[in-house]
């Protein structure tokens, strides 16, 4: 199983950016589904995350500006980021539980940047 995000770079504060995510594989099914971010010299932390029947738990800072989505179908996750802010620069990390023959675990992907800067 394959955890494979894009959609980082560079936007201006006030700008928007949009990370994709998807899982591919030897996939039955998939739980848990979102985002984590860390920036340099802090803790990773929960952006968001949606489960399978569509629920979903933002960080308390974050749920104002930015909005998990996510298609059974396409194994896939979408994190839309608006009005973002230099304190958004960081590392974001996708994470899912993928059910597969015989296990279930958590994956991550490698990581996209995103950088907020004027």
């Known amino acids: 199983v394959q955890l494979q995000a894009s959609g980082g770079g560079l936007a201006q504060p006030g700008g928007s950016l949009r990370l994709s995510c998807t899982a591919s594989g030897n996939i039955i099914g998939i739980g848990a589904m979102g985002w984590y971010r860390q920036a340099p010299g802090k803790q990773r932390e929960l952006v968001a995350i949606?489960?399978?029947?569509?629920?979903?738990n933002y960080n308390d800072f974050l749920k104002d500006r930015f909005t998990i989505s996510r298609d059974n179908a396409k194994n896939t996750t979408l994190l839309q980021m608006n009005d973002l802010k230099p304190e958004d620069t960081a590392l974001y990390y996708c994470?899912?539980?993928?059910?597969?023959?015989?296990?279930?675990?958590?994956?991550w992907g490698q990581g996209t940047q995103v950088t907020v800067s004027s």
């Open positions: 949606t489960t399978s029947d569509g629920g979903t």
């Open positions: 994470f899912a539980v993928v059910e597969s023959p015989g296990t279930r675990r958590g994956y």
